[in-house]
């Protein structure tokens, strides 16, 4: 197939499908993509006013292309349209093992095996499938299996093309990708997969490797990345003890334009649903394959992210004396409703297991599914406004950089007498902190 596939479905409406194939849907309109899901909540959210991910410039694309030529479907109402697709995308979540052989660290590819079985019942004539959803190395090779195994007439060719978009940039980021990836050994399907994102991609930006070298190098781009955090995390600690300021590290380190100045903003712990589970993935295709030393070096980016939430935690714990504490911010990073692996989990965890009464507030995050993970604590409860979360604290933990907190009114705050504004993110406005006589704890600062 050398001209451009026409009829796209893709398996998983989630914060890569839906955002994905919106994109695809704009700059393709002569392509029908249909989008399928277990879950038809999500799938009647993705046809309403409320999208289910908040994603800027999402619901702008979302209007121009909805009903046009994309169409969210339950997916027991889709089998047609992936009868007919000439191209699909699984998408679907690959989290870490937590039964079985390589539980706690192997990635789970129950969802993506069920797509396959899915994929090889239903299609006809000849299908390109393509991983999107972030994969173990020589998965492809069981997904070729499962549909060798189970197919009733139609062709196939297996390609990887791994997502790099980070969320709250969703949108930016497939619309101006650093590169597309395409991995795979059958050059019609490359061709077919490529003229998709030659539609608006510049084609030095599409590059083309081996299905093994695609798989892998989607961990090992999560690696390096999460890699940069830990290191500045780690560095942020030894700032606290000597003095030296992290953020004033960090700005020099990154003008050496070998290292560059991305990715080295020390935090509270990185989050999300991707870097911890992509590490471990990655740690336990090392040790699969006899490689404890490899396995252990990438261990240490997972351990100082464990220890950097957990330091956190406990100078806000002390912080707190007992008092309540206001957590400011729940995503696991701004721009976005995601709190899947947050910091803000792994803090208000420690705090309400100390006792310590906690009220949050997040401007996204829904605060009653945040709860509901935590085990709807009794001492945990959700504000609708920053101010309401901070009157009467006698701690603060800010541990998202939504914006709004740059600009917080200290003065007004109302805290109790004598409160610990602990800043994880270093966004806090620290002069007007220090104004309102408060006290001030920021990450990889001795005396902000
Ligand atoms: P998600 O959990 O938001 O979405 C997955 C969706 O797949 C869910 O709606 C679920 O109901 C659906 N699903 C699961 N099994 C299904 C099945 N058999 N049939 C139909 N639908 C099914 O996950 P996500 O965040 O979109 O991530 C998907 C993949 O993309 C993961 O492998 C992840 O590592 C990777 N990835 C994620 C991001 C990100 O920013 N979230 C970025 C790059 C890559
Ligand atoms: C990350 C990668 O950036 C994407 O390229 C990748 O596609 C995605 O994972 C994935 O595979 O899921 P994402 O997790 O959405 O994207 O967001 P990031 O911007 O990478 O942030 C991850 C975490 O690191 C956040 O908690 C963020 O606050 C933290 N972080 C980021 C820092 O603590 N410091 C930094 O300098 C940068």
């Not at 220090?434 to 001030?440: S, T, V």
Request: with cysteine; aromatic share 6%.
């Amino acid at each position: 197939m050398n001209s451009r596939p026409r009829k796209i479905v893709c398996i998983g409406a989630g914060y890569v499908g839906g955002p994905t194939m919106a994109v695809i849907a704009a700059r393709c309109p002569d392509v029908q993509v249909t989008v399928l899901d277990l879950n038809a909540e999500r799938i009647a959210a993705w046809n309403s006013g409320s999208l289910p991910v908040f994603e800027p410039g999402l619901p702008e694309i979302i209007r121009q292309v909805r009903g046009r030529n994309l169409h969210f479907i339950p997916q027991a109402q889709g089998l047609a349209a992936l009868a007919e697709a000439d191209v699909v995308f699984i998408s679907v979540q690959t989290p870490t093992k937590t039964s079985g052989a390589g539980a706690g660290k192997a990635s789970d590819l129950q969802f993506v095996e069920a797509c396959a079985h899915l994929i090889a019942q239903q299609a006809r004539g000849h299908t390109i499938v393509v991983e999107k959803s972030t994969m173990p190395v020589r998965a492809a090779e069981r997904i070729q299996q499962i549909l060798s195994a189970n197919q009733t007439g139609g062709t196939f060719a297996v390609l990887s093309n791994p997502e790099f978009l980070a969320e709250g940039t969703a949108i930016r980021d497939l619309e101006h990708p650093d590169r597309v990836l395409i991995g795979g050994e059958d050059p019609a399907a490359v061709a077919a997969l490529k003229s998709i994102y030659a539609a608006w991609v510049a084609p030095e930006k599409i590059l083309t490797t081996g299905l093994w070298s695609a798989e892998l190098s989607k961990l090992a781009a999560n690696a390096f990345l999460a890699q940069r955090i830990s290191s500045i995390n780690s560095l942020s600690a030894l700032c606290e003890q000597t003095g030296a300021d992290v953020a004033e590290v960090a700005a020099v380190v990154g003008t050496d334009s070998r290292i560059g100045p991305k990715f080295l903003q020390a935090s509270v712990g990185f989050g999300g649903s991707c870097f911890q589970k992509d590490l471990l993935s990655l740690i336990y295709l090392c040790e699969h394959h006899g490689l404890p030393e490899v396995a252990a070096y990438w261990q240490g980016v997972v351990d100082i992210n464990e220890w950097q939430k957990h330091r956190f935690a406990a100078v806000v714990q002390q912080a707190a004396a007992n008092r309540r504490v206001a957590v400011l911010g729940l995503a696991f990073k701004k721009d976005t409703n995601d709190f899947r692996e947050s910091a803000a989990l792994a803090v208000c965890r420690r705090l309400l297991q100390s006792g310590l009464e906690v009220v949050a507030y997040d401007p996204r995050v829904d605060g009653t599914r945040f709860a509901a993970e935590l085990g709807n604590p009794s001492h945990f409860s959700v504000a609708s406004t920053a101010a309401q979360a901070l009157a009467g604290a006698g701690a603060v933990a800010v541990l998202t950089e939504w914006d709004e907190f740059r600009s917080i009114a200290w003065a007004s705050a109302k805290l109790s007498p004598g409160a610990m504004v602990c800043d994880g993110r270093n966004v806090v406005d620290r002069t007007a902190v220090r104004q309102a006589g408060y006290g001030l704890r920021v990450i990889g600062s001795a005396a902000p």
